[in-house]
């Protein structure tokens, strides 16, 4: 056992081992692998966390297949290109920003605890789609799932009402996020999470408190201003969530066939000529000889390297 790991690993270890549920069980195993540092001294532990995850998932599944459950627990498989999940206390609007934001219906109300369950919608964002999963209010007690969805979406929407305090609500969440090792950041790694904060209702509440709540704030997160009633700053909070997920879309180009850019594969931002063409098919890996690429930037259709770096819009011919 690494003698460096941080305090909050055992804590968490030590829920898991009394965890009864193997979902919840999952749970802080996924926690723990991302509590530890990655070096070398932990990568014995790394690996054994991620083989105690993979059998507690095939435990799981097969739970499911004999028809045993234990409990509700909710899970929201990922769609598109990629997944929002929201943060927020009881009537924050989390439900009207997805309505806002998507095709989805949820039920919008004048009294907390509507949400109760995750509900997802996908928002079309020009030629992509990204889902947005809304959740049931944050409180300490919260069921370990709502944790479980959190970890997993690719980043977080924490949802603020301007008509309340909105510093002290912003404390709350974080503080209970942070009690369960989830800590909202710009970047993505370990127990980070990418995060935007989102004060909704801003047709309405103190301004200037908003103000000086969306600088201070601003320092270490992206803050939006929106208001799902009057429309503002919806278009903004759009395009935030999509260079939030730091995804670029490629498209290809048949040899001889003229250039049109539909149907976009979706990667990570800084992939590579041969990474988009490994997504696409693997045999490219041996086969490809060479692309071409037409870009925003000053690319006609010239000839590429395997290690080139794509950028969104990007389109590409491969040569076999
Ligand atoms: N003034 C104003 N009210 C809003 C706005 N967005 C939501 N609301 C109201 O806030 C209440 C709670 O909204 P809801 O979406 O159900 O919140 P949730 O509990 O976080 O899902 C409802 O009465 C909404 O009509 C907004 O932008 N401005
Ligand atoms: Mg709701």
Same mark, same amino acid.
């Given at each position: 056992m690494p003698a460096n790991l941080p305090p909050q690993y055992f804590d968490v270890e030590k829920k898991y081992r009394e965890a009864r549920d193997l979902r919840e069980k999952l749970v802080y195993l996924q926690e723990m692998l991302a509590i530890i540092p990655k070096h070398k001294g932990t990568e014995k532990l790394q690996a054994d966390l991620k083989t105690r995850i993979s059998k507690t998932k095939d435990l799981i599944s097969k739970q499911k297949k004999s028809g045993g459950t234990g409990g509700a627990w909710y899970q929201v498989e990922k769609q598109g290109a990629g997944q929002i999940v929201m943060v927020g206390l009881p009537n924050s609007g989390r439900s009207s920003l997805l309505n806002t934001l998507t095709n989805a219906h949820a039920e919008v109300a004048l009294?907390?605890?509507?949400?109760n369950l995750p509900q997802v919608g996908m928002m079309e964002y020009e030629d992509i789609k990204i889902q947005i999963v809304d959740t049931p209010p944050l409180y300490e007690?919260?069921?370990?799932w709502l944790f479980g969805l959190y970890r997993n979406g690719d980043a977080l929407l924490i949802v603020l009402d301007a008509q309340s305090d909105v510093s002290k609500d912003y404390d709350t969440l974080m503080d209970a996020m942070n009690a369960r090792n989830i800590f909202a950041e710009d970047v993505d790694s370990g127990n980070k999470k990418r995060a935007i904060v989102v004060l909704n209702?801003? =047709? @309405?509440?103190d301004q200037d408190a908003l103000k000086s709540f969306a600088a201070k704030c601003g320092e270490d997160l992206q803050v939006v201003t929106v208001s799902t009633?009057?429309?503002?700053?919806i278009d903004g909070l759009r395009n935030l969530i999509f260079t939030t997920l730091r995804i670029i879309r490629v498209y290809t180009k048949k040899i001889g066939h003229p250039l049109e850019k539909r149907d976009p594969v979706v990667l990570k931002i800084g992939s590579t000529v041969i990474e988009a063409a490994e997504h696409i098919h693997k045999d490219f890996r041996k086969n490809l000889k060479f692309a071409r690429l037409w870009s =925003? @930037?000053?690319?006609?259709?010239q000839r590429v390297e395997k290690s080139h770096v794509l950028t969104d819009g990007d389109v590409l011919e491969f040569h076999a």
């Open positions: 009294y907390p605890f509507t949400t007690e919260s069921p370990p209702k801003s =047709d @309405s509440g009633e009057s429309g503002e700053g =925003d @930037s000053n690319y006609q259709g």
